[in-house]
């Protein structure tokens, strides 16, 4: 018979499958001052980079400013076109944390009183027939969301890595004249 624990990690584990997906979107699968570098932050800040003439250093905020707009649109684009499957996601799920929340309340319901009792032994087994039961619908939604968000991922990052390259290319002209 599996211990606490390990029907504690079981939970978590299924919890957390279930938060990723929300989470990654969230934050686009990244942190968020990533998409800024130091001597962007240092010229939004007013600190002119040593060596730098007022003029490198407009064009550099310029440039800073163009990439951080291009990163935004791609990210707003992203979330528009994850819109759709991020729903479908939310729905498909929905019913089964329900599920899973009944029976985890059963359980600790039943359990409360006394954790021998016959009653709590069926509790459990009933609650890990359902995570078992569940795991492969959730599994399933998922690979779905994966599978329809891909695409737009995959436009996403292009257009990043677009907008970072064509920033990088501003900053040695700047520092190149």
Do not use: W
């Not at 934050?27 to 060596?51: I, K, L, M, Q």
């Not at 905020?61 to 991020?86: L, Q, S």
């Not at 399933?140 to 064509?166: D, E, I, K, L, W």
Request: with cysteine.
């Amino acid at each position: 018979m599996p211990s606490r624990l390990h029907r504690l990690l079981l939970a978590v584990g299924v919890l957390t499958m279930l938060a990723l997906p929300g989470t990654a979107l969230a934050h686009n699968g990244h942190r968020h001052d990533r998409d800024r570098s130091r001597v962007c932050r240092a010229v939004e800040n007013g600190r002119t980079p040593r060596g730098l003439t007022a003029a490198q250093a407009q064009s550099l905020a310029t440039a800073c400013t163009t990439r951080a707009n291009a990163i935004k649109a791609a990210n707003d684009a992203f979330r528009t076109a994850t819109a759709g499957p991020r729903a479908t996601f939310k729905a498909a799920v929905a019913p089964l944390n329900a599920q899973l929340r009944t029976a985890a309340q059963a359980k600790r319901t039943a359990c409360r009183a006394d954790r021998s009792s016959q009653a709590c032994t069926d509790a459990r087994t009933a609650f890990r027939t359902t995570l078992t039961t569940l795991a492969p619908q959730y599994r399933a939604a998922r690979v779905a969301f994966r599978t329809a968000v891909r695409p737009a991922a995959q436009t996403r990052a292009a257009a990043v890595r677009a907008a970072q390259q064509a920033f990088r290319a501003s900053v040695r002209q700047i520092l190149g004249s």
